[in-house]
């Protein structure tokens, strides 16, 4: 059964909305706060300072998927509101399948981008060993 947003108490909605994306950016923390922990305890500092170095590129690929994924649910919500069930399984499965695509070009393409990316945002070449895989790779 679908549940609508369009209709009942404006604030229930609103927090049956959001509630998912607060538990979602929650757990996203807890992950980075668990990261540094057990990297700074077993690992040292400079590898912490490596984690803490690839934070914005790791928030730029996250803020790309979901700008991506938020994008793919507009027409989805559209076939929704115009109550076109076929139309609403077709821009599911494009979804689908972009972020799919999306996500094989992302996870080959920004371990080796990460080297140039972060010699632009000029980390310090003492992290670029642990920050990057592919140390060898610059620009």
């Given at each position: 059964?679908?549940?609508?947003?369009?209709?009942?108490?404006?604030?229930?909605?609103?927090?049956?909305?959001?509630?998912?994306?607060?538990?979602?950016?929650?757990?996203?923390?807890?992950?980075?706060f668990a990261?540094?922990?057990?990297?700074?305890?077993?690992?040292?500092?400079?590898?912490?300072?490596?984690?803490?170095?690839?934070?914005?590129?790791?928030?730029?690929?996250?803020?790309?998927?979901?700008?991506?994924?938020?994008?793919?649910?507009?027409?989805?919500?559209?076939?929704?509101?115009?109550?076109n069930d076929?139309?609403?399984?077709r821009s599911?499965?494009?979804?689908?399948?972009?972020?799919?695509?999306?996500?094989?070009?992302?996870?080959?393409?920004?371990?080796?981008?990460?080297?140039?990316?972060?010699?632009?945002?000029?980390?310090?070449?003492?992290?670029?060993?642990?920050?990057?895989?592919?140390?060898?790779?610059?620009?």
């Amino acid at each position: 059964m679908a549940t609508s947003l369009t209709t009942g108490r404006p604030w229930r909605v609103i927090l049956a909305f959001s509630i998912p994306l607060l538990l979602g950016n929650v757990v996203q923390q807890l992950y980075q706060f668990a990261d540094a922990i057990v990297v700074g305890r077993h690992l040292g500092v400079t590898s912490l300072a490596a984690v803490g170095a690839t934070g914005s590129l790791l928030f730029l690929l996250l803020g790309f998927a979901w700008g991506l994924t938020s994008g793919f649910a507009i027409p989805i919500a559209q076939a929704f509101g115009a109550r076109n069930d076929a139309a609403v399984r077709r821009s599911v499965a494009t979804g689908v399948l972009l972020s799919a695509i999306t996500s094989v070009i992302l996870t080959v393409g920004a371990p080796l981008l990460a080297g140039p990316i972060l010699s632009l945002l000029q980390t310090p070449p003492e992290l670029m060993a642990e920050a990057t895989i592919f140390t060898q790779i610059s620009f």
